[in-house]
């Protein structure tokens, strides 16, 4: 069965990195497009990145553009999320998620499968 399991996260302060991974397994990895989202106590879920099956064609949220880059292996079968000048407000459970097949830019609605969770804590 299809399964993501999250890698990565951690507590770092304000203006520091982290490199979040998701190993994809139960399905053709290669063929679908694939995304991150976030999730903070009190707020609704947000979408953060996603990715095309080639890796060629990225897409973000504003909040994130210019700080964060998503990438993809797909030997690996491994997602990527480089997050860098992390902010208080980006603190949050992150998740990967699986989008449609042959997707350019997937979204939230796209998503039908995703991994349990990594927490970042971004401290000021």
């Known amino acids: 069965q299809v399964q993501l399991g999250e890698s990565g996260g951690g507590s770092v302060q304000a203006g520091g990195s982290l490199r979040l991974s998701c190993r994809a397994s139960g399905y053709d990895y290669s063929l679908y497009c694939m995304g991150w989202i976030r999730k903070s106590p009190g707020k609704e879920r947000e979408w953060v990145a996603s990715?095309?099956?080639?890796?060629?064609?990225?897409s973000y949220t504003d909040s994130v553009k210019g700080r964060f880059t998503i990438s993809r292996d797909n030997e690996k079968r491994t997602l990527y999320l480089q997050m860098n000048s992390l902010k208080s407000e980006d603190t949050a459970m992150y998740y990967c998620a699986r989008g449609g097949i042959f997707q350019d830019v997937c979204n939230s609605p796209d998503f039908d499968y995703w991994g349990q969770g990594t927490q970042v804590t971004v401290s000021p």
């Open positions: 990715i095309d099956r080639y890796g060629g064609i990225t």
